[in-house]
Nanobody
């Protein structure tokens, strides 16, 4: 069983920055690919970005490329989402997710490929 707990959400003005964290349980964290997704009211949950098991490969949605950065610390069992130049359209609940057994393969971008999910943290960007 893997437990994921997100933190770092909040209210920020457009153009500002936030850093989300996701703390994971489990002794094999370093074998998980980790992803970030978001869900705005009335919309489906969408892919934001992902990082491979080693941290050596990342993938991002086009809407956040150049503004968001994912990183991970396999000693602290934590993955981060640094969000810069935030826009009102980035307002959503942000979820982290873990895909198990992903050593040596690119991180997935599809929701169904993730095995465990956190409960989410709200990010609100005011104009």
């Amino acid at each position: 069983q893997v437990q994921l707990v997100e933190s770092g959400g909040g209210l920020v003005q457009a153009g500002g920055s936030l850093r989300l964290s996701c703390a994971a349980s489990g002794r094999t964290f370093r074998s998980y690919a980790m992803g970030w997704f978001r869900q705005a009211p009335g919309k489906e949950r969408e892919f934001v970005g992902a990082v491979s098991w080693s941290g050596g490969r990342t993938d991002y949605a086009e809407s956040v490329k150049g503004r968001f950065t994912i990183s991970r610390d396999n000693v602290k069992n934590t993955v981060y989402l640094q969000m810069n130049s935030l826009k009102p359209e980035d307002t959503a609940v942000y979820y982290c997710a873990a895909a198990l057994g992903r050593i040596g393969v690119p991180p997935p971008s599809a929701r169904h490929e993730y095995d465990y999910w956190g409960r989410g943290t709200q990010v609100t960007v005011s104009s």
